[in-house]
């Protein structure tokens, strides 16, 4: 038996890779999978991989890019949810503030420096023609700081996805003045260049058995409850959520790798842009 460390966000578009696991999909083919969840998202991961904590990530995009270009030895071996993220734009539902302009000088708060909700933070001020060296962050960890935050006012606004944040929203913590999708397939799966070297069949499998629970994923009787009780979100919410969400058994096309780093590149996230080689790993 080979044992794999993968991480991922406890949010519903894991939600397959949990049912393979409890039904022993990998075991069935040698392989222990032990998933970790990651609430504090994309920077926590990516340390996680540079450290070898983990040896898989489902993983933003624009979070894994960034820090491949800086230098993490991971590779991209194919894209896992090739819909956009919807990021909703949150603030305390007391706040004064109206409109996504309201924000501009503004404090952000992010789960850590480098992560998603950092890195559509300038995406969102590039949106809005807003100077990006003006944006000022507030570290949270979790969405629970991000809640804590807010409603002291040691941040003014908190970006992160709409339907995972919506049961907040819904209770009155928080209020949604806009949203932010990403340009982009939203999460890719990384894997550590060193496992890649040493296990590519390892990798390929696990690839196989993800990409075959996907394609079928919506199929599931009942899935849209099933994901609601488990997600604490209300069905008619993720039923929307399922008809705008696709997701990807492909790897990570050139034209869209370039299209993300010409625009973390130009948003200054990344200070030079690397080859596709140096980021992708195809089989």
């Known amino acids: 038996m080979t044992t794999i460390k993968i991480a991922g966000v406890p949010e519903h578009f894991n939600l397959p890779w949990h049912l393979a696991i409890d039904n022993n999909e990998f075991q069935a083919k040698n ?15 990516c340390q996680m991989l540079r450290s070898g904590e ?17 230098g993490s030895p991971t590779k991209i071996v194919q894209v896992y949810v090739d819909s956009p993220l919807i990021w909703g734009i949150h603030v305390a539902t007391k706040s004064p503030y109206k409109t996504i302009a309201d924000l501009e000088n503004t404090k ?22 807003w100077n990006t060296n003006d944006l000022q962050f507030e570290i949270i960890n979790t969405i629970d700081g991000a809640v804590e935050a807010l409603t002291a006012g040691t941040a003014d606004y908190f970006m992160w996805e709409r339907f995972m944040t919506k049961p907040l929203v ?33 990798i390929k499998t696990i690839l196989e058995i993800i990409n075959h629970k996907t394609e079928g994923f919506k199929d599931i009787t009942n899935i849209d409850q ?3 009780h488990k997600y604490h979100q209300k069905t008619a919410d993720i039923q929307e959520w399922l008809s705008l969400t696709t997701w990807s058994q492909k790897p990570l096309a050139k034209n869209l ?24 790993k195809t089989f």
């Open 31 to 45: 392989i222990d999978l032990q998933w970790t969840d990651v609430p504090e998202g994309t920077g926590k991961m």
């Open 54 to 70: 983990t040896d898989i990530a489902v993983i933003l995009t624009e979070g894994v890019v960034k820090d491949i270009v800086a």
């Open 108 to 129: 952000c708060a992010i789960s850590r420096v480098g992560s998603g909700s950092q890195l559509m933070a300038y995406a969102n001020a590039g949106n809005q023609n």
């Open 170 to 202: 819904d209770k009155g913590t928080f209020r949604r003045v806009g949203d932010c999708p990403t340009p982009w397939p939203c999460f890719v799966i990384a894997v550590r260049e060193e496992l890649l070297e040493q296990q590519p069949e390892v």
């Open 226 to 228: 099933i994901l609601a």
């Open 257 to 280: 790798l370039n299209n993300v780093q010409n625009q973390l590149f130009d948003l200054k996230i990344i200070d030079k842009k690397v080859t596709f080689d140096e980021i992708v």
